[in-house]
T-cell receptor
Framework: EAQVTQNPRYLITVTGKKLTVTCSQNMNHEYMSWYRQDPGLGLRQIYYSMNVEVTDKGDVPEGYKVSRKEKRNFPLILESPSPNQTSLYFC????????????FGPGTRLTVT | AQSVTQPDIHITVSEGASLELRCNYSYGATPYLFWYVQSPGQGLQLLLKYFSGDTLVQGIKGFEAEFKRSQSSFNLRKPSVHWSDAAEYFCAVGARTGTASKLTFGTGTRLQVTL
């Protein structure tokens, strides 16, 4: 089954404790992206990757890092999480070309205390 | 830069009634336009998309949307709403920016369906 998976689905952590949210897709998509969803703000792009070893900032990259060492994986790293990073995070992937549909993962709900 | 406005934060309709969710976009060229639906606790699912050609597009679950260039709008419609349509709906505009491409989402409209 074609899908985007994220782990963990739920995470509660404390300020400053480094964490990684994994994202994996099995559709051989070139493009992958991370979004955060906050009430009243919709989805905002954090980082995206056009292909392996090619990443770039989205609209809200501060406090986040990403890497793209393999085509299927695109982890989101929070080196020193803060409470303002409490949010619902979505990973998405699609074929290269902006006309293609993005496929979304199920989301990761992160709480930073 | 492109932007999307969904002016209705929350809409309530009765089951069986018709539905229209509004979406206005800002973009300097012909946009790619999408509607996604997010059911509670779920990820986003594509309902329909517009790239070019016929301005009335059909999607899944009986939804349709009409692209109106003169009004910069892409409103989502359904003639008869079912209780299972209760969800949050997001309009998005896709554009090419340099060598990258970007999808910008609206803030969403939450649909409540009363029985």
């Amino acid at each position: 089954e074609a899908q985007v998976t994220q782990n963990p689905r739920y995470l509660i952590t404390v300020t400053g404790k480094k964490l990684t949210v994994t994202c994996s897709q099995n559709m051989n998509h070139e493009y992958m992206s991370w979004y955060r969803q906050d009430p009243g703000l919709g989805l905002r792009q954090i980082y995206y990757s056009m292909n392996v070893e090619v990443t770039d900032k989205g609209d809200v990259p501060e406090g986040y890092k990403v890497s793209r060492k393999e085509k299927r994986n695109f982890p989101l790293i929070l080196e020193s999480p803060s409470p303002n990073q409490t949010s619902l995070y979505f990973c998405a992937s699609r074929k290269s070309g902006s006309s293609y549909e993005q496929y979304f993962g199920p989301g990761t709900r992160l709480t930073v205390t | 830069a492109q932007s999307v406005t969904q002016p209705d934060i929350h809409i309530t309709v009765s089951e069986g009634a018709s539905l229209e969710l509004r979406c206005n976009y800002s973009y300097g060229a012909t946009p790619y336009l999408f509607w996604y639906v997010q059911s509670p606790g779920q990820g986003l699912q594509l309902l329909l998309k517009y790239f070019s050609g016929d301005t009335l597009v059909q999607g899944i679950k009986g939804f349709e949307a009409e692209f109106k260039r003169s009004q910069s709008s892409f409103n989502l419609r359904k003639p008869s709403v079912h209780w299972s349509d209760a969800a949050e709906y997001f309009c998005a505009v896709g554009a090419r920016t340099g060598t990258a491409s970007k999808l910008t989402f609206g803030t969403g409209t939450r649909l409540q369906v009363t029985l």
